[in-house]
């Protein structure tokens, strides 16, 4: 690492091509991430400011797209984030229909997220205690 804070969130090149596309359609993004059941664990891609969030909500990051003026906010729901705070997400795209509400729908691919834990470095820069620590030997 060179210091800085490992990022959260990141994107596939096709999640960041699908994004320029929505963006032309419907202007600023955002994403929230809930963990409920069904659609609700996909990351939902909504114009942004037309999902409300809160303090029940944490931003992981924003999204830079090359060639989309502004960054894209990724939320999650804080309750969803205390079970994936040590994983590191990237926002990707796969063939099949997300959800009605999120905007991809219509375009025939979801949004899908691949995750991965984060080391034991990233997580001493992010500030996270691992919550397992195996004895030694």
Same mark, same amino acid.
């Given at each position: 690492?060179?210091?800085?804070? =490992?990022?959260?969130?990141?994107? #596939?090149?096709? +999640?960041?091509? &699908? !994004?320029?596309? %929505?963006?032309?359609?419907?202007? $600023? ?17 909504? =114009?942004?400011?037309?999902?409300? #969030?809160?303090? +029940?909500?944490? &931003? !992981?990051?924003? %999204?830079?797209?090359?060639?989309? $003026? ?68």
């Amino acid at each position: 690492m060179d210091g800085t804070r =490992p990022s959260r969130v990141e994107l #596939t090149g096709e +999640a960041a091509d &699908l !994004l320029r596309r %929505l963006t032309a359609q419907h202007g $600023p993004l955002m994403f929230h991430q809930s963990g409920g059941c069904c659609d609700g664990s996909a990351p939902m891609c909504y =114009p942004a400011n037309e999902f409300v #969030t809160s303090d +029940a909500d944490v &931003l !992981l990051g924003a %999204l830079v797209v090359p060639d989309v $003026p502004d960054a894209v906010p990724f939320w999650m729901s804080r309750a969803q984030y205390e079970y994936w705070k040590h994983t590191h997400l990237t926002v990707d795209v796969v063939p099949g229909r997300g959800s009605g509400f999120s905007v991809e729908a219509p375009e025939g691919v979801r949004f899908l997220i691949r995750s991965r834990l984060f080391t034991e470095t990233e997580l001493h820069a992010l500030g996270i205690v691992p919550t397992l620590q195996l004895p030694a030997g």
